[in-house]
Each structure stands twice: as structure tokens, then as C-alpha cells.
């Protein structure tokens, strides 16, 4: 197997050891995992962005062509550590197998895609405006306008995603594709899988005879690496993906900085299902099942979980009820990701219970089992009225949990809606004239939520051009940019123009001849 | 004349007598104008608010085509308030008449343009991925994006633009065309100026049959009207131009709020522009008249006024800086914008000329006339050594001011360049082989500024596609966007996916048969 050191990588470089360690831990058996992880210093916080920084004078101008080269090859890369990647990843995660392999053909397809989008090269939405030397009053000069990176970006890994949204996940990608350097926190929770993750995008850096600066990882358990980090002046962004108050904490860092930098962090949704009553007299059955396998699908440790249902009470409400809590029931317990976040789930289930006005519908029909870190599905069901009066039934859960909410009226269903936050995802099953009885509703919906799904579920995030995964604050902490899909490489750009340049002194997207044969926008007409 | 009532406007209606009020005074003479302007209550902004929000329930919805009609008819009745508007701008901001006429034009231009940019359409950024229900391993869902509006927009009247970047204005025009509702707080120097375009934006409100909360026109000399707007929860955004003091502290509060909302504060900047070897040679005189227009255009107070000019030391410099020398001499004291704009010119030029090593160029043949609010033009010069060790050489004097650094050696020159902030414009004087020869140096003016120039000057900001109007900061609060040309409505939107949905459910923009005729992204292929 393998052998792990357990060291940070600057600029692929290893860090010394450093007096503060820590250990993964299995949450499959509770057992720590070897070697010890060494913490990273402030010093070696200070030495990975100034080599982000050196790296970057080189990588934002290597071009879109090597870039995807770049990114093709951290693909291909991390396929070639083999089944070492996917063990780890399943020991340090709890996460099973299939998922985890599932997970990593996401990872390289998310690559491989941007690759596919910045060698195609329209992304950097080059305008050309052409000078106009007779015009009157006064001349107009020549003008061109494209995206350029921003400078070396924080990457934060996210728990809930060893693979996709960690070392060498979505934000790392996007970041690498826009012509950004990277320092990667990885997550305390999986060093392991970072550490072999980060070696082959070395081995990709390598290959493609780039600098080793242009990635670096750190490790550090708690939050100090991470405050370090946003707080540094060289660095220019920073991605997130966790918690509400992780997210709003590094937001709130990097707004009172100096100079503020933008800080992409997707934290908390309910992401709410509204069943209107064609939807739920017909589909009775099937959305009982289909939400079953949406709330409990990777025991509940997705961003887009459904934590809150919405429906008019009723006759139809109660037979809703009735067959979701059969299939309740009939799930089993899982592992979850670690020990805080199964703690956090059982803490937070116990908070709804207390609350007066709500009760359990259903639990799973085995108890969970602590020693392996377990997480128990369990549904509960309260009225609207509660839930307007009580915020904490509004707080995202993380786990196999949610919240059955029934109203006596339209008008009370929408006040419940109207008393949301912005969200992720708001799903709505409609049938017949659902849709146009209950326009004011959808109204409401669409003011709160960045994707708006109809007759499905929230979970499965396609990567594709047209997905949004970031809605109004706080699913995010800038619902104008998404996290997922294509368009995430908006994140890690400015538009910059240069006026009355000669044609061999600009960047080749904006020459005349238009070399890379990409979609322009000149003189106000989309033209290749 | 037509008589002003000095009353905001909430929704078309005239607020109440309120016991603070204050007078425009017309810096021309120092004289108060009629009538008494009355500043705006807590209870006023809360209500300008709250409709804002309800006809945002109204006015996103009513289609682009509706949108662009109403733009145009502001354009409209702006032109046919007549020379009553352009009197009234002139006595409140002492621009000369032919620039209140040139500025009347271009912001009608504005209003026009983004017409014609939401008539057409392509703006939204619509994507369609059609389903693929027969993918293995899950089937591929039918999602499409598009940009929809945030909500109700605070815009901040501008000192220097009466018209262009005050109440219809770049941020107003764009945020109306975005399909947002305008709550605007019109700037304490030229009240006048402001009500006569809000009673404008009104007729055109009413002639389109648009209800008159889209917009609200709010009065208030000093900070308290702008914090209590930038705090309130309905809020979703603000739009600013001014010093980098008042931008920061909109920025501040926005980013402290239970949901952070974004603020476009475009503030200060030096605009530096480097006088390379062969240019400065070639092209001394030219350059010299035409750094001198440049920088006094407008009595020095646009946001792009070249406010510093690095060279290379030596007999080519000492000969430009005689010929400015002549050329600053012969130039005419002016009106500035108000009191405290000129009293804040006086004292960043004293605070300059208190720096040891920094020495008087060249001043006016003319002293300024206090009685008339006059500004005189001053050039200073010092080595780059003083620079570098002087942090408040590097602090923006809104007003005819620039400064004059020369450099020992490159080094010293790349030194001073690195040692810049954030800036809208950088400007490059480069003939020959000096673009080939300063490639460092140009390297590290591009990370530095939103719009590069070369061989021109930086004042005069062409509206068009290609035009970056905002660099990092401080030059703005958000270097991702722009505050001049198409894209500044951009500002004003967040990308939403509808997953699922049928035809007749979805914004025309995102439906099959394309009935607006828009260029669209599906499948991953641009296509109309």
C-alpha cells in the first residue's frame, strides 16, 4: 500500500513536521487512521500563496490550450492511483465504494468539461469594439474586453465530497481552468484521500512542465489554516463548501479585509418540496417513494437534501403521510461522514422534537449504531402555524432527516413559504391545473431559490451549461455565481479591456484574426 | 421657470414636510438655490422600500420588450423637460451648459442603449440542456437558465454626473433594464436637478401604465438616508460613484447585514499613466498637451483624471516636464462641483506639497477664486523613491491635480508600479520597441487596473460592450463587474434554472420555439 507521509505539499515541496498533528479517523469503526497529519504553520500558510503568487505571473499567460492540457492530465492522473485512492477515500469517508468510484469519474469528467470548455475558449466573452476615428464629437477608440483570473485562490474541501468537491473537485478545476494558481485547504476529515489527490496533480504538473506553485495543500484540522488563508493579502478568492457558519465566518473575514476579495461559499438549504394536491391525490405512491430515496440518498449528506415538504393538509396529506412512513420505517441506518456531523444530526433532531406542535412520523425500524458512526433516518410532521413560529424548524439538518409541513390554507402555505430563507433548490409536484392555481406560490418560490425543479427531486446535480447551484443568501454567499456546471469558472475572473492596443501586443482571443476561432461579440454582433 | 417643491418622491407621491431640511448651493457664486429640500425620514425609506418590493412583483414580470419601452420613453421625457433641466444642473453643479447638454445626451444615450440591448434579448444568457431520460446511470433531467432580476436596487446620486450617473442614470438605466425597482437617493449637491428627472422618470412610469413604486426618489444631505437604505432587508443591491471613505462603509454595511447584499461602489483612483522611453522622445509635446487636458478636463473630477505619470528620469523627461510646465501655466482656474470638493482639492494638494522631496511643477498663471467654488490647476514632481516611501502620495485629489515620479532605473520604475493599488484605467505611452522592452512593467500594470490604454489618455469612457469601467479595489468594491457599458446590467441578476418545467411554464426566453429570436446556449452549441 501506499504510504502516506502526512505533510502539507508547498508548491510540491514537502512541509517540515510541525508540533501540532492530528489523525483521521474512520467513522466505519471509529479507529484512527495512520500516519499523523501535520498541521500547517503560519509560515507555511505565508510560503504556499507567494509561490501561488510567482506561479501565477507564468500560469494566466501558458494559455487556454495548456491549461486544459493541464487539466486532462490531473484526470488522467488521479485514475492512475488506482484503487489506493479509492480505499482510502472509502476509509477516511465512510462513503461506500460504488460511491466513492462514482465520485471520482465525477471529479475527472468535471475536469475533462472545463478542459473541454476553455480549449474551446468562447468562455472569456471577448468583445471587440473597433475605433471609429472620424466620429464626431469626438473619436471613438478601439476596444476589447475579456475575462481575465483573478490570482491564486483559496480551495476549502468540503466533507460531503472527498473527491468532487475537495483536492482536485469543481472549485480546484474551475479555478485551474480560469488561469488561477491553487492552495487547497483539505478537509480534516479526509487528509489521506487530499494527499494522494494532490500527488497527482503534481505528477500533472509535471508532465505538462508547469510549476509546482501553481498548486499547493495544506492540512490543519480546525479553522485557524483557513482564517490564515482568507486573511493573506496575496490571495485574490476563495471556495467553500460546508456550513452555514463556516461559510458566513470566512465571508465575514474577507469582507473586513484591506481589500476585500470575493468568497464563494455554498452552505445551508432546507431546499423545500411543495406538493400541490393534483400532484399528491395522483402521485400519492410514487413522490412518497421518490422523496424517501431523495432525503436518505448518502445518508442525507447532500446540499440539496429535501429537509422541508410542503402540502395543503388533508385526506390526501394524511394517505402522503401514512405510505412515507412505511418507507421510513423500512430504511436502514448508515454510516455518516464523521463523528461532528453524526453528533450535529442527533442534536439537531432532538431540537425539532422539542419543540411543542411537532411530531415524530416515522423512524427507521433499526436503531443506529453509534459505533459506526450511524445516522438514522426519521421524519417529523408538524402544521404551518409551528412552523412560521419557530425558526429553529428552518435550520438545516445535515443527515437523513425531515420535516412534514401541513397548512389548513393556500393563504397559510404561502405565508410558510414567505417565511423561508434563500435556498439551493425549491422543488414543486404539480398535476393538471396545479400549476396555474398556485401562481402566487411559485412566485414566492422563484424569488427564494436558485434552481426551481418540477416533478423530481432536488438531489442528483447535473454539471452541464444550465445548471444553477447557488441560490440567495444564505444556500450562498453570492446567489450571481453557481458553484456547479460550466459557468462556475465565472467565479475566478474579471473582465479587463485594453483600448488602442496594436493587434501582436493582445492576448490572441482578442486579435482581429481571431486565431482561436472563438465566439466573439464585435462591434455588438456575436460573430466567430 | 418651473417650481420645485423640494419633497422626495415615494412612488410618485410627494412625502411630507419634514423638519430637516437643507438648500443647494450653487458653487458658481456660493449662493443658496430655492426652494428648501426635505431630507427624508427612517419611515420614508421603509416605505419607498416596500413598494419598490411590491412593483418588483409586477415589474419583473412585464417582459423585456415593456422594459425597453419604458427606458425609452425616461429618454424621452428627460428631453422634454427641456433647458429648465440643463439651468438647473448648471447652477447646482457649475458644469459649464454645453457639458450638462453633452451629459443629458449621453445619459439619454444610456437609457436608449439598454433599451436596444433587453429589446434584443440575448442579454438573459439563456441555456438549454434538453433531458436525455435514457442516460445510463440516471437519466438526464431538461434544465434551462437564465438571469432574472434580484429585486429593489438602491442607486446613489454621483456628485460629478447631475445626469449621467445620478437619478436616470448608468445604474438606474441598467437596474430598470435588468427588470429591478429603483429606490434613488439623489446627492445633496444638486436636489434640483435630481427631482426634475425623478418627475421625468414618472411621466414616463405613467405613460407606460407601470405602477410608480418601480421608482422612489429620496432627498438627504449626509449618510443617514443611504445607511438606513443599505441596511434594510428588502434591499438587494446598491449602485455607488464617490470617494473611496463613503463607498467603503455602504460596502461595510452591506456585507454586515443578516444577508449580505452586493455593492458596486465605484471610488477612487490614480489612473497612473507611464511615459515609456521611445514615446517620450518621440512624442514629448503631444504627450504633454495632451496629459494636460486630460487631467484638467472637468476641472480634474472624473473618476479616470490621470492623477500620476511615471517615467524614467533624464534629459527626455526634464523636457516634457518644461513643455507641461508651460502647459499647466496657461490653463484657467474652474468651478468645482461644490464647497467641500474644493476644500478637500486645497487640502490633499497642501498634505502633497507638505511631503519632503516632493516639489511644485507648475501651477496656474491664475489664482483660484474662492467666491466662485474655483479649483486651480497644479502639477507636482518627485522622484520614486519619495513615492514608494510615501503612502499618501498614493491617495486620489479629486480636482486638477497630478504628480510628476521619475525613476532612477527600470527597477525603481516597476518598484513604484508594484507598489499601486487597484485602479480603473492604467495608461501606457509606448512607440518603438518600448512594449517589448517593458514587458515586466506592463505585467505588472495589467493585474493592476480595469482598463488599459494605450498611446491615448484615460478620461472619456466609451459606452459600448467592450468598455470595464471598475478595476480591483479600491478603484471598485467588485472588479467583476462594470459600471459603464451593456454589461453593467450584469449587476443587477443572478442566474435561476428551472428543471422539469413545461413549455407554457417557462419565461419565453427558455422555451423550444425561441419566440423571442435570442441567442441561446442549447446543448452546449450557440444558436438563435
Same mark, same amino acid.
Given at each position: 500500500?501506499?504510504?502516506?507521509?502526512?505533510?502539507?505539499?508547498?508548491?510540491?515541496?514537502?512541509?517540515?513536521?510541525?508540533?501540532?498533528?492530528?489523525?483521521?479517523?474512520?467513522?466505519?469503526?471509529?479507529?484512527?487512521?495512520?500516519?499523523?497529519?501535520?498541521?500547517?504553520?503560519?509560515?507555511?500558510?505565508?510560503?504556499?500563496?507567494?509561490?501561488?503568487?510567482?506561479?501565477?505571473?507564468?500560469?494566466?499567460?501558458?494559455?487556454?490550450?495548456?491549461?486544459?492540457?493541464?487539466?486532462?492530465?490531473?484526470?488522467?492522473?488521479?485514475?492512475?492511483?488506482?484503487?489506493?485512492?479509492?480505499?482510502?477515500?472509502?476509509?477516511?469517508?465512510?462513503?461506500?465504494?460504488?460511491?466513492?468510484?462514482?465520485?471520482?469519474?465525477?471529479?475527472?469528467?468535471?475536469?475533462?468539461?472545463?478542459?473541454?470548455?476553455?480549449?474551446?475558449?468562447?468562455?472569456?466573452?471577448?468583445?471587440?469594439?473597433?475605433?471609429?476615428?472620424?466620429?464626431?464629437?469626438?473619436?471613438?477608440?478601439?476596444?476589447?474586453?475579456?475575462?481575465?483570473?483573478?490570482?491564486?485562490?483559496?480551495?476549502?474541501?468540503?466533507?460531503?465530497?472527498?473527491?468532487?468537491?475537495?483536492?482536485?473537485?469543481?472549485?480546484?478545476?474551475?479555478?485551474?481552468?480560469?488561469?488561477?494558481?491553487?492552495?487547497?485547504?483539505?478537509?480534516?476529515?479526509?487528509?489521506?484521500?487530499?494527499?494522494?489527490?494532490?500527488?497527482?496533480?503534481?505528477?500533472?504538473?509535471?508532465?505538462?512542465?508547469?510549476?509546482?506553485?501553481?498548486?499547493?495543500?495544506?492540512?490543519?484540522?480546525?479553522?485557524?489554516?483557513?482564517?490564515?488563508?482568507?486573511?493573506?493579502?496575496?490571495?485574490?478568492?476563495?471556495?467553500?463548501?460546508?456550513?452555514?457558519?463556516?461559510?458566513? @465566518? #470566512?465571508?465575514?473575514?474577507? +469582507? /473586513?479585509?484591506?481589500?476585500?476579495?470575493? &468568497?464563494?461559499?455554498? !452552505? $445551508?438549504?432546507?431546499?423545500?418540496?411543495?406538493?400541490?394536491?393534483? @400532484? #399528491?391525490?395522483?402521485?400519492? +405512491? /410514487?413522490?412518497?417513494?421518490?422523496?424517501? &430515496?431523495?432525503?436518505? !440518498? $448518502?445518508?442525507?449528506?447532500?446540499?440539496?437534501?429535501?429537509?422541508?415538504? #410542503?402540502?395543503?393538509?388533508?385526506?390526501?396529506?394524511?394517505?402522503?403521510?401514512?405510505?412515507?412512513?412505511?418507507?421510513?420505517?423500512?430504511?436502514?441506518?448508515?454510516?455518516?461522514?464523521?463523528?461532528?456531523?453524526?453528533?450535529?444530526?442527533?442534536?439537531?433532531?432532538?431540537?425539532?422534537?422539542?419543540?411543542?406542535?411537532?411530531?415524530?412520523?416515522?423512524?427507521?425500524?433499526?436503531?443506529?449504531?453509534?459505533?459506526?458512526?450511524?445516522?438514522?433516518?426519521?421524519?417529523?410532521?408538524?402544521?404551518?402555524?409551528?412552523?412560521?413560529?419557530?425558526?429553529?424548524?428552518?435550520?438545516?439538518?445535515?443527515?437523513?432527516?425531515?420535516?412534514?409541513?401541513?397548512?389548513?390554507?393556500?393563504?397559510?402555505?404561502?405565508?410558510?413559504?414567505?417565511?423561508?430563507?434563500?435556498?439551493?433548490?425549491?422543488?414543486?409536484?404539480?398535476?393538471?391545473?396545479?400549476?396555474?392555481?398556485?401562481?402566487?406560490?411559485?412566485?414566492?418560490?422563484?424569488?427564494?431559490?436558485?434552481?426551481?425543479?418540477?416533478?423530481?427531486?432536488?438531489?442528483?446535480?447535473?454539471?452541464?451549461?444550465?445548471?444553477?447551484?447557488?441560490?440567495?443568501?444564505?444556500?450562498?454567499?453570492?446567489?450571481?455565481?453557481?458553484?456547479?456546471?460550466?459557468?462556475?469558472?465565472?467565479?475566478?475572473?474579471?473582465?479587463?479591456?485594453?483600448?488602442?492596443?496594436?493587434?501582436?501586443?493582445?492576448?490572441?482571443?482578442?486579435?482581429?484574426?481571431?486565431?482561436?476561432?472563438?465566439?466573439?461579440?464585435?462591434?455588438?454582433?456575436?460573430?466567430?
Amino acid at each position: 500500500m501506499h504510504t502516506l507521509h502526512g505533510h502539507s505539499f508547498i508548491a510540491g515541496k514537502l512541509t517540515s513536521d510541525s508540533p501540532k498533528t492530528f489523525h483521521a479517523k474512520s467513522p466505519l469503526d471509529g479507529g484512527e487512521l495512520l500516519p499523523a497529519f501535520h498541521e500547517a504553520s503560519a509560515e507555511d500558510v505565508d510560503h504556499a500563496v507567494r509561490h501561488a503568487e510567482d506561479a501565477f505571473e507564468i500560469y494566466r499567460r501558458i494559455g487556454d490550450v495548456a491549461r486544459a492540457d493541464l487539466l486532462d492530465a490531473i484526470a488522467n492522473k488521479i485514475v492512475g492511483l488506482g484503487d489506493i485512492l479509492i480505499q482510502r477515500a472509502h476509509l477516511e469517508s465512510g462513503l461506500p465504494l460504488d460511491r466513492i468510484t462514482g465520485e471520482r469519474a465525477r471529479t475527472c469528467g468535471q475536469l475533462k468539461s472545463f478542459a473541454a470548455l476553455i480549449r474551446e475558449g468562447s468562455w472569456v466573452d471577448a468583445r471587440i469594439d473597433h475605433a471609429i476615428p472620424d466620429r464626431s464629437p469626438v473619436p471613438k477608440p478601439d476596444l476589447r474586453r475579456m475575462r481575465v483570473p483573478l490570482g491564486p485562490i483559496v480551495v476549502m474541501g468540503a466533507s460531503n465530497f472527498p473527491l468532487a468537491f475537495s483536492t482536485a473537485g469543481g472549485d480546484t478545476a474551475s479555478a485551474l481552468a480560469a488561469g488561477c494558481t491553487v492552495i487547497m485547504k483539505a478537509h480534516g476529515s479526509h487528509p489521506g484521500t487530499a494527499e494522494l489527490v494532490a500527488t497527482a496533480i503534481y505528477r500533472a504538473l509535471e508532465k505538462c512542465g508547469l510549476p509546482a506553485g501553481v498548486f499547493s495543500m495544506l492540512h490543519g484540522a480546525g479553522s485557524v489554516v483557513a482564517q490564515a488563508l482568507v486573511k493573506h493579502p496575496m490571495v485574490r478568492g476563495l471556495g467553500f463548501t460546508g456550513s452555514e457558519r463556516a461559510g458566513r @465566518a #470566512l465571508f465575514d473575514a474577507a +469582507a /473586513a479585509r484591506p481589500e476585500p476579495i470575493p &468568497v464563494f461559499a455554498e !452552505m $445551508g438549504s432546507l431546499n423545500p418540496v411543495f406538493l400541490l394536491p393534483s @400532484a #399528491l391525490k395522483e402521485r400519492t +405512491a /410514487a413522490i412518497a417513494a421518490g422523496l424517501k &430515496v431523495s432525503f436518505t !440518498m $448518502g445518508v442525507g449528506q447532500f446540499c440539496t437534501k429535501p429537509g422541508l415538504v #410542503l402540502a395543503l393538509g388533508g385526506p390526501d396529506f394524511d394517505a402522503f403521510a401514512e405510505q412515507f412512513r412505511t418507507q421510513v420505517q423500512s430504511t436502514m441506518p448508515a454510516t455518516m461522514l464523521n463523528r461532528s456531523i453524526c453528533d450535529s444530526f442527533f442534536a439537531g433532531v432532538d431540537k425539532v422534537q422539542a419543540v411543542k406542535g411537532v411530531t415524530v412520523l416515522a423512524e427507521s425500524n433499526l436503531d443506529a449504531d453509534s459505533a459506526k458512526t450511524q445516522g438514522e433516518p426519521v421524519a417529523f410532521t408538524t402544521d404551518a402555524e409551528t412552523f412560521i413560529l419557530h425558526h429553529e424548524l428552518r435550520e438545516e439538518i445535515f443527515g437523513p432527516y425531515t420535516l412534514l409541513v401541513s397548512a389548513r390554507t393556500v393563504t397559510e402555505l404561502i405565508a410558510a413559504a414567505r417565511c423561508l430563507a434563500g435556498q439551493l433548490t425549491a422543488t414543486i409536484h404539480a398535476d393538471g391545473a396545479d400549476l396555474a392555481d398556485f401562481t402566487d406560490l411559485i412566485s414566492v418560490i422563484e424569488r427564494r431559490a436558485g434552481r426551481v425543479v418540477l416533478n423530481a427531486f432536488p438531489t442528483g446535480v447535473e454539471v452541464c451549461p444550465s445548471m444553477q447551484h447557488g441560490g440567495p443568501y444564505p444556500a450562498s454567499t453570492d446567489a450571481r455565481f453557481t458553484s456547479v456546471g460550466s459557468a462556475a469558472i465565472e467565479r475566478w475572473v474579471r473582465p479587463a479591456s485594453w483600448q488602442g492596443f496594436p493587434q501582436d501586443a493582445l492576448p490572441p482571443e482578442l486579435r482581429d484574426d481571431n486565431p482561436r476561432g472563438i465566439l466573439r461579440t464585435v462591434n455588438g454582433v456575436q460573430t466567430r
